[in-house]
Nanobody, 123 residues
Framework: QVQLVESGGGLVQAGGSLRLSCAAS????????MRWYRQAPGNQRELVAS???????NYADSVKGRFTISRDNAKNAVYLQMNSLKNEDTAVYYC?????????????????WGQGTLVTVSS
């Protein structure tokens, strides 16, 4: 099995910063793409940022210039540095990864989600 565990959420004032972390563990052979999603109350889950193993990144228009995604392949970890936070960034943030897992009967590609971490931005 493979698990993702997020940390770093919390309460922050508008204009402030937070750094989210997500670490993968388990029978991991390699991880291709890692992503951060978020879901605000009453809204659908949306993709915030993604990063592939080689380091190329993509961002939602709403966070470009404010958020930075990065990863540490040696630690199977991904991070989201969030600056200039706005009220509308309030949401539960989820880590997601496409993991090539080393299973008993061979390799298997898994899509894995973390449990989510709450980010609340106050005025």
């Amino acid at each position: 099995q493979v698990q993702l565990v997020e940390s770093g959420g919390g309460l922050v004032q508008a204009g402030g910063s937070l750094r989210l972390s997500c670490a993968a563990s388990g029978n991991i052979f390699s991880i291709n793409v890692m992503r951060w999603y978020r879901q605000a109350p009453g809204n659908q889950r949306e993709l915030v940022a993604s990063i592939i193993r080689g380091g190329s990144t993509n961002y939602a228009d709403s966070v470009k210039g404010r958020f930075t995604i990065s990863r540490d392949n040696a630690k199977n970890a991904v991070y989201l540095q969030m600056n200039s936070l706005k009220n509308e960034d309030t949401a539960v943030y989820y880590c997601n990864a496409a993991v090539l897992a080393n299973m008993h009967k061979g390799f298997r590609l898994l899509e894995v989600w973390g449990q989510g971490t709450l980010v609340t931005v106050s005025s």
